[in-house]
């Protein structure tokens, strides 16, 4: 999961320069606040994701970065320069946008030339570094056809040829898989990482799709209500989410309610009412007060079907009742009905191809998981 | 709506156009009468045509009444152009309420009353009327028709290919003509032929503002059918007919093809 | 810098200042001055009134303000029936361009997409040729002698010839010929956009076709009525050409009554009083007629 380059870190060596970095910014429309008081790092080289339900914030976050609206408040710097007053054409950062916006007169090459001829360059330089945006989205043989002419993956490759053609510090990608079919989509993101790989550029991708940014991104801004939820690693978003919104945005989840009991051997013991016994989680990190209102977070896939008893050293059992199942080919979807009217998801990867007297509706069932399987929000 | 049409539908259809198409017709028909008597056919003849081109004094109002049209339309379409992209990119400027109020009240304003203020503002700046002030009129009374055409299509024009030329390097002027404009130009082309078309069919406006040397032909064609119908004007009629209709076949092949452009270019 | 953007701005603000400039001052200024000159008395001179204002001289200009005119508009039967039957006339036209036009649209919308483009243009076309040719065309057909008569008589219909022409029947025939592509386009437009599924829905759901037509169609096409209806209705009340060639002494209408005290009677003042009574008649429907427009053409905030 995510694009794992194991020595890249930058926003852990505090020495670090961030290329981009938001202080305070705070966008209103009107009445409306779009972003909210928000400060952001993001260092040379990453693949970062924005990502959140629409009308979070992130588009604008985005539009703030190319120079198409301003901050009402704050200020942005790219490489240390204030962009407060810079107008989009003067940015030396280029954008795909959503609808790719190719221009519908122009064929491919001079769409990709379009931003060349804007500076200027010489004819020969420009056909020189059309030829080579060509080649590397592969396209070669399409550059005389007109945007009307190609399909929604050539499109795709075309305004990403010509967005990449100015080699801009900072390249920004709107929804860039956003129109592409399913298949399409998967084969798209690993090209976009090899590409930003290659290039060894900044991209900052905006999307709504977890799937999408748990692929590419080396760093994922998670966004809701024009705040910044949290920051960090694909691996991090999914396996430490900071809040419930976060758990149950990116991923499936389960939430049980409870309260903390108390602390035992460092392992957290709440009372839940949807478990018979007390639950074990050990999340050492959080700070708790007995007593105190929690939720426990538990991913469907880390949560384990047992017909007839629970083995006998397992520390968190729930009891239920087979309410539905669900085949998806890899894997099968269980939703278990507790006592507590409560319903519970675990999936169970499909290993063979043949089960015999297999899991049947309205059977009753344990549902055990690992104390390390679980996360604690706190409300 | 796309199910089969009834026999009403059909009905309303045949009879909507012939009754928008039979009066044109005729008058076309009538023009090649032998007759003098508009209405009693006397056998075929051009000899209408022969005497219209003759007609000296038709001939020069068609002259004024051309290059009228061609000035009026082309700073009308300038104006419109402008006024189209003042509503649609520049959001609420102050006194918009009074500018699009403006724009409309023109198009549906009694033309007798647009005419006589504006003679009356000839008038009262004491601008001689003739030419000049009919061009004015023109101009004035077009650029709305010519805002609303280019309106429309700015307004379906997405937004972001223009951000996306911003975007690459492209200053707001640059931007403009190489982008917008390429893309709403069908839009402009006809707002002007319309600018066009309107000021060569304009009376009311004309006769109000008209001066020495600046009769046009509306206004001769008019004060003549007013002693009587004569076939010297169903000749000078059909040969305005036949300029528009030939004008808006080029116009749609014209638009067809460019349309196609993209289509016809190779396909590997 | 400062200056660079300072032109920059300039520049930018040039757009809407333009038109904004011309139309303020070819469209809006010359109705101050109408204003200024229907309170003016008449003078043989040239220009044939006596000004009410001159710059700098406002005592004067109060104390010699008069509203003779107006009074004579109001004492004047003249006026007052011109313009009743000029409201009258144009409702008229309007309501038979709503019937005539509407069986057209509905067609028109109704038929298969690939023709529709064909059909708007065939609408629009006659548009494009000489209003004043389309009604002059008129003239021939409705004459006593004329190709209407000629066709009955010939048919065995009719044994005499029919007076229509220089009367009101000619007047609304010619307000509906000419006016047919504003009634129509409108109307198309609200009709095509209409999904044919809500008309499938209301079928379904048990709502006979006439019932479904009133229920549905026509409160979906209510934009498309009230547009055309304004674009036509208010061109209608002021209209010269129309009741000058095909109406008869008798057809009374307030467009042709300013045009006879201007070119005949050369009664400048009084000309522009009956403008800008016309204008106080027309002004509601104008201002409606801009919200509808403006509405459908602006972008929704």
């Known amino acids: 999961m995510g694009a794992v380059r194991r020595s890249f870190a930058p926003w852990a060596d505090p020495t670090e320069r961030p290329l981009i970095r938001f202080e305070n910014v705070t966008k209103r429309f009107g009445d409306a606040v779009a972003v909210d008081r928000l400060s952001l790092d993001i260092f040379e080289r990453e693949f970062f994701c924005l990502l959140g339900p629409s009308g979070c914030g992130k588009t604008t976050l985005m539009r703030m970065l190319a120079g198409f609206e301003q901050p009402s408040e704050g200020s942005i710097t790219l490489a240390d320069r204030d962009l407060a007053g810079v107008p989009p054409y003067r940015r030396p950062v280029n954008m795909m946008f959503q609808s790719y916006a190719l221009f519908p007169h122009m064929n491919v090459e001079r769409n990709i030339g379009f931003g060349l001829r804007q500076d200027g360059l010489p004819r020969a330089e420009i056909a020189a570094r059309v030829d080579e945006m060509l080649r590397l989205v592969q396209l070669e043989r399409l550059a005389k056809r007109y945007p009307s002419q190609l399909s929604g993956g050539q499109c795709q490759r075309v305004a990403l040829a010509r967005a990449l053609a100015k080699r801009p510090k900072l390249l920004l990608l709107d929804e860039p898989l956003g129109a592409l079919d399913k298949k399409l989509r998967e084969e798209t993101q690993f090209e976009l990482m090899d590409l930003q790989h290659a290039l060894g550029m900044t991209f900052v991708v905006v999307t709504h799709d977890q799937e999408e940014a748990m692929t590419m991104a080396d760093r994922i801004a998670v966004m809701d209500h024009g705040r910044i939820v949290q920051v960090a690693t694909p691996g991090e978003i999914y396996e430490q989410p900071k809040t419930r919104f976060i758990a149950e945005f990116v991923g499936d989840v389960n939430i049980l309610e409870g309260r903390v009991r108390g602390q035992q051997d460092g392992l957290w013991q709440v009372e839940s009412s949807s478990a018979h016994g007390p639950l074990t989680v050990d999340d050492a990190d959080e700070v708790l007060q007995n007593g105190q209102a929690i939720a426990i977070a538990v991913r469907p896939e880390k949560m384990v079907i047992h017909r007839g008893e629970p083995p006998p050293d397992a520390l968190n059992v729930l009891r239920g009742e087979v309410w539905d199942i669900g085949y998806l080919g890899d894997w099968t979807v269980y939703r278990i009905k507790l006592p507590s009217g409560a319903i519970v998801r675990v999936t169970r990867a499909n290993r063979s191809r043949f089960v015999d007297n297999p899991i049947d509706w309205d059977e009753q069932v344990h549902v055990t998981f690992a104390p390390d399987a679980a996360v604690i929000l706190a409300e | ?268 | 810098m400062i200056a660079r953007s300072l032109s920059k701005r300039m520049a930018n603000a040039l757009v809407p200042a333009l038109p904004f400039l011309w139309l303020g001052i070819f469209f809006l200024a010359p109705f101050f001055i109408v204003l200024k000159i229907s309170l003016s008395d008449p003078a043989v001179a040239q220009p044939p009134y006596r000004p009410a204002f001159e710059w700098g001289d406002l005592a004067g200009f109060f104390s010699r303000l008069d509203l003779e005119n107006f009074t004579t508009l109001v004492s004047d039967d003249l006026y007052l029936s011109a313009t009743l039957s000029s409201i009258r006339i144009a409702g008229i036209a309007t309501i038979l361009l709503l019937l005539v036009g509407f069986p057209i649209a509905y067609a028109m919308a109704r038929a298969p997409a690939r023709h529709r483009g064909l059909l708007v243009a065939l609408i629009i076309l006659p548009f494009w040729t000489s209003f004043l040719i389309r009604i002059y065309a008129w003239i021939a057909i409705l004459k006593p002698e004329g190709l209407l008569n000629q066709g009955l008589m010939a048919l065995g219909a009719i044994s005499e010839p029919l007076h229509i022409l220089n009367s009101e029947v000619a007047v609304y025939i010619g307000l509906v010929y000419g006016y047919l592509p504003f009634m129509v386009l409108p109307l198309y437009a609200s009709l095509e956009k209409m999904d044919d599924t809500l008309i499938e829905a209301a079928l379904d759901l048990g709502s006979p076709p006439w019932r479904t037509f009133w229920t549905i169609t026509v409160p979906l096409a209510m934009p498309g009525v009230i547009a055309g209806s304004l674009l036509c209705f208010i061109p209608a009340v002021g209209e010269f050409v129309i009741p000058d060639l095909l109406g008869g002494s008798e057809t009374l209408m307030i467009g042709r009554q300013l045009w006879s005290e201007f070119f005949s009677n050369r009664d400048w003042p009084l000309a522009s009083a009956v403008a800008i009574l016309l204008l106080i008649i027309l002004v509601v429907p104008i201002v409606i007629y801009r919200d509808v427009e403006s509405r459908r053409l602006e972008p929704r905030p």
């Not at chain 2, 005497?51 to 104006?79: G, K, Q």
């Not at chain 2, 006194?95 to 304003?109: C, D, N, S």
């Open chain 2, 1 to 268: 709506m796309t199910r089969r049409l009834s026999l009403f539908n059909v009905t309303s259809l045949v009879l909507g156009f012939a009754f928008l198409y039979l009066p044109i017709l005729l008058l076309v028909v009538y023009s090649f009468n032998a007759s003098r008597l508009v209405t009693v056919w006397g056998g075929f003849s051009t000899q209408w045509y022969a005497a219209f081109f003759r007609n000296e004094a038709l001939m020069d109002a068609a002259w004024v009444t051309f290059r009228i049209a061609l000035l009026s339309a082309s700073f009308a379409t300038v104006l419109g152009t402008l006024a189209a992209l003042a509503l649609t990119r520049y959001g609420r400027f102050t006194g918009r309420t009074l500018f699009t109020g403006m724009v409309y009240a023109p198009m549906v304003m009694p033309e007798v009353i647009t005419g006589l203020s504006l003679l009356l503002f000839f008038v009262a700046i004491d601008l001689d009327r003739g030419f000049l002030t009919v061009m004015l009129a023109h101009t004035t009374l077009t650029m709305c028709f010519v805002t609303v055409i280019v309106q429309a299509r700015l307004m379906t024009l997405d937004r972001s290919l223009e951000e996306a030329a911003m975007d690459l390097g492209a200053p707001p002027l640059r931007t403009f003509f190489s982008v917008t404009l390429p893309l709403i130009a069908p839009s402009v082309v006809a707002g002007f032929l319309l600018a066009f078309t309107l000021s060569l069919d304009d009376l009311v406006i004309a006769s109000f503002n008209t001066g020495p040397g600046a009769t046009t032909l509306p206004i001769r064609i008019y004060s003549q059918v007013r002693l009587g119908l004569s076939p010297e004007i169903n000749a000078a009629s059909a040969i305005l007919i036949g300029i528009v209709t030939l004008g808006v076949i080029v116009a749609t092949l014209i638009s067809k093809r460019s349309s196609l452009t993209p289509q016809r270019s190779e396909i590997h």
